[in-house]
């Protein structure tokens, strides 16, 4: 699990103002940071895959964090980017349901394991409220890569550490 975010991240990739506050402009704008990504070989056909998986069903995970993504073949390797608000983006029905970080995500239909593994280690960074706050408090990529360093260096600790 080490590392397993961390080596994903490109501090070019990482938009910590995102102005949109509704959900598919600020999808839109996110997804843009992706678009020269080495991995996407396709930008439009993921994004078109992107934005149909979102309608299908929402996926914010709570706690003002959402995990767009897409599984498709318009990437060849993991690709992943992330969008921070201040002012949060309405991503559900209800009034209440804002996002303030996206973790966008586009993994290759052919490798199902390797995108569990990223959601997976995802969620474990996620679940921690002290992780959370200091994704939030990041005020530069390279504080946010450190960030997500440190989140996952905990986890990396044998049992009783």
């Not at 029905?93 to 052919?110: A, C, I, Q, S």
């Amino acid at each position: 699990m080490a590392g397993t975010i961390s080596s994903l991240l490109d501090p070019s990739r990482i938009a910590l103002k995102v102005q949109s506050t509704q959900r598919t402009a600020a999808l839109n704008e996110v997804a843009r940071l992706v678009a020269a990504h080495p991995a996407v070989t396709n930008f439009d056909g993921f994004y078109r895959e992107l934005l149909a998986r979102d309608r299908l069903e929402t996926t914010c995970i709570g706690h003002g964090v959402a995990l767009p993504h897409a599984r498709t073949e318009h990437v060849n390797s993991i690709a992943l980017v992330i969008g921070r608000s201040d002012t949060g983006i309405h991503f559900g029905d209800k009034p209440d349901e804002n996002v303030r970080l996206l973790f966008m995500l586009g993994t290759p239909k052919t490798n199902p394991g390797d995108y569990l593994a990223v959601v997976s280690a995802l969620c474990k960074l996620l679940k921690a409220e002290a992780n959370r706050t200091a994704f939030f408090a990041a005020a530069t990529p390279e504080e946010f890569i450190a960030a997500v360093v440190d989140a996952e260096s905990k986890l990396a600790l044998p049992a009783g550490a």
